[in-house]
C-alpha cells in the first residue's frame, strides 16, 4: 500500500487500530471517519485552555473520584451517590461482567464489541440475537424479550442508540423493556450516544435507573465530548449498585486531564449544545451526499455515525484500505463485527469539506474497480493466439 500503510494492523483486532498506530505506519495526514468523535467540541477556544494548564495537569495528582463525581453529579443534575466514574466506559464493561453478569447475558448484535468480548472472555455464556437486515436492523423489543426467556439469560443489554448503525429505540421502549424484566439480575442500557439523539427530547432513561433495583446506564463522555483520549465514562444506577462499582474502582482512576475537562464543563453547556446542533447538520448533509452515489445504502442514525452497505459487488475491506493508502481517510468496515459482513461499513459524522474527500475517494475507488472490471473483460473476449493462427 502506498504510504506505507500496513493493512494488517487491521487482522490483529477486532477493534480498528488507533489513529497513533496508523500514523506511526507513515499514513500522512488523516481524516478520521472511523473513531467516533464529537468533531465541534472542545471549542478552539477550551483546547486554548487546556493548553494553559497542560504543564500543571500533566505534574499534578488528580483529586479522588468522589470529588471529580460531585462535580459531575452538578453538571448533570444527578444525585453524586447514583454515579461512579470509570478511566473509559470498558473499564465499567469490564467490571459489570465480574461483578453482576454471573451465568448469562442477553445482547442484540452487531453491537459494540466488548459486549460480547468480555463475558466470553471470562467463560459466560453470552445470547446473541441478530438484529436482521430485512428489518433495517432495527430492534424489535417484543422479539428480544421473547428471546431473553426463551434462553433464560439473567442479564440483558441494549445499546440506545446501537453501534454501528445508530438505531434508535424511543423511551418509552426502553422504559416498556425494563418493565418487563424486573426480575432479572441486571439490565443495561449503553447510552454511550445518547447526547447526539435528536428525534426525542429527553431520551436518557438515567433518571429511572437511579430509582430501579436492577438497572444500570452506561455513559461515555469521549464520545460526547470528542476526547476519546481522557478514556473517561460513567454508570448511573441506585445508589446500592453505584456505591459497589465505585468501591471495587480504583481510587484515583480518573487522570488529571478528565478532572480539568469535569470542571470546565459547567462554563461551556452553550458550546456543547451547539456542537450537538452542528453535528445533527451535518449528519443529514452527509446522508444525503452518500445517497447520492450508486451502489450504497445508507441507514437512519441517531448517532454521530452513519451506517451504510456496499452493492456492486464492493468489499468494505478493498474500500477501506483503497481510501487510507490513496485519500488518506480511515474508515471502520464492520466485517469483524459479529452478526456483520464485509458489505457494510460505519462512517463518523465530519464536516462537509471533509465529506467531500471521502465522497471522491468512494467513487474514485468505484471508478478504479469499473475500469479494471472492463479492462478484464475486453481481455477475456480476444481470441486466443492459437484460435488466431489458425
Known amino acids: 500500500m502506498r504510504h506505507g500503510v500496513d493493512s494488517g494492523l487491521f487482522q490483529q483486532?477486532?477493534?480498528?487500530?488507533?489513529?497513533?498506530?496508523?500514523?506511526?505506519?507513515?499514513?500522512?495526514?488523516?481524516?478520521?471517519?472511523?473513531?467516533?468523535?464529537?468533531?465541534?467540541f472542545p471549542t478552539p477556544e477550551m483546547f486554548e485552555e487546556l493548553s494553559k494548564n497542560l504543564e500543571s495537569v500533566l505534574k499534578f495528582y488528580p483529586s479522588d473520584s468522589s470529588k471529580i463525581a460531585d462535580q459531575l453529579s452538578k453538571v448533570l443534575g444527578l444525585n453524586p451517590?447514583?454515579?461512579?466514574?470509570?478511566?473509559?466506559?470498558?473499564?465499567l464493561i469490564t467490571w459489570m461482567d465480574h461483578l453482576w453478569i454471573h451465568e448469562s447475558v442477553a445482547i442484540p448484535i452487531p453491537t459494540f464489541g466488548r459486549w460480547t468480548d468480555q463475558p466470553m472472555e471470562s467463560n459466560k455464556r453470552v445470547d446473541m440475537f441478530l438484529l436482521q437486515e430485512s428489518n433495517n436492523f432495527e430492534l424489535d423489543i417484543d422479539e428480544y424479550i421473547k428471546f431473553i426467556r426463551t434462553r433464560g439469560s439473567r442479564v440483558a443489554v441494549i445499546c440506545n442508540p446501537n453501534n454501528p448503525d445508530g438505531g434508535y429505540l424511543p423511551r418509552r421502549e426502553i422504559i416498556r423493556f425494563m418493565d418487563e424484566l424486573s426480575d432479572l439480575d441486571l439490565i443495561v442500557i449503553d447510552e454511550s450516544f445518547i447526547d447526539f439523539v435528536e428525534v426525542e427530547r429527553n431520551p436518557s432513561v438515567a433518571a429511572e435507573a437511579s430509582i430501579r433495583p436492577n438497572v444500570v446506564v452506561l455513559k461515555s463522555l469521549g464520545k460526547n465530548f470528542g476526547l476519546h483520549g481522557i478514556r473517561f465514562g460513567y454508570l448511573v444506577a441506585n445508589p446500592g449498585l453505584a456505591g459497589k462499582m465505585r468501591k471495587t474502582l480504583p481510587k484515583w482512576n480518573l487522570n488529571s486531564l478528565a478532572?480539568?475537562?469535569?470542571?470546565?464543563?459547567?462554563?461551556?453547556?452553550?458550546?456543547y449544545a451547539e456542537s450537538l446542533r452542528l453535528l445533527s447538520r451535518d449528519r443529514y448533509r452527509m446522508g444525503m451526499e452518500l445517497s447520492r452515489i450508486p451502489?450504497?445504502?445508507?441507514?437512519?442514525?441517531?448517532?454521530?455515525?452513519?451506517?451504510?452497505?456496499?452493492?456492486?459487488?464492493?468489499?468494505?475491506?478493498?474500500?477501506?484500505?483503497?481510501?487510507?493508502?490513496?485519500?488518506?481517510?480511515?474508515?471502520?468496515?464492520?466485517?469483524?463485527?459479529?452478526?456483520?459482513?464485509?458489505?457494510?461499513?460505519?462512517?463518523?459524522?465530519?464536516?462537509?469539506?471533509?465529506?467531500?474527500?471521502?465522497?471522491?475517494?468512494?467513487?474514485?475507488?468505484?471508478?478504479?474497480?469499473?475500469?479494471?472490471?472492463?479492462?478484464?473483460?475486453?481481455?477475456?473476449?480476444?481470441?486466443?493466439?492459437?484460435?488466431h493462427s489458425a
Request: proline share 3%.
Open 295 to 387: 451502489d450504497l445504502t445508507v441507514y437512519s442514525s441517531q448517532a454521530n455515525f452513519l451506517f451504510v452497505k456496499l452493492g456492486g459487488g464492493m468489499d468494505g475491506r478493498e474500500l477501506r484500505d483503497h481510501l487510507l493508502a490513496r485519500h488518506q481517510v480511515f474508515i471502520r468496515e464492520c466485517g469483524n463485527k459479529l452478526g456483520m459482513t464485509s458489505k457494510f461499513a460505519r462512517l463518523v459524522v465530519r464536516p462537509e469539506q471533509d465529506v467531500e474527500r471521502l465522497v471522491e475517494g468512494i467513487r474514485d475507488f468505484t471508478q478504479a474497480r469499473w475500469t479494471s472490471h472492463a479492462v478484464h473483460a475486453s481481455h477475456s473476449s480476444e481470441p486466443s493466439l492459437l484460435m
Open 259 to 271: 478532572e480539568t475537562v469535569v470542571f470546565m464543563l459547567a462554563d461551556h453547556e452553550a458550546e
Open 13 to 40: 483486532t477486532a477493534h480498528s487500530p488507533s489513529y497513533f498506530e496508523l500514523s506511526r505506519t507513515g499514513a500522512g495526514e488523516l481524516v478520521d471517519f472511523c473513531i467516533p468523535c464529537n468533531p465541534y
Open 81 to 91: 451517590a447514583t454515579l461512579a466514574m470509570s478511566n473509559g466506559s470498558t473499564e
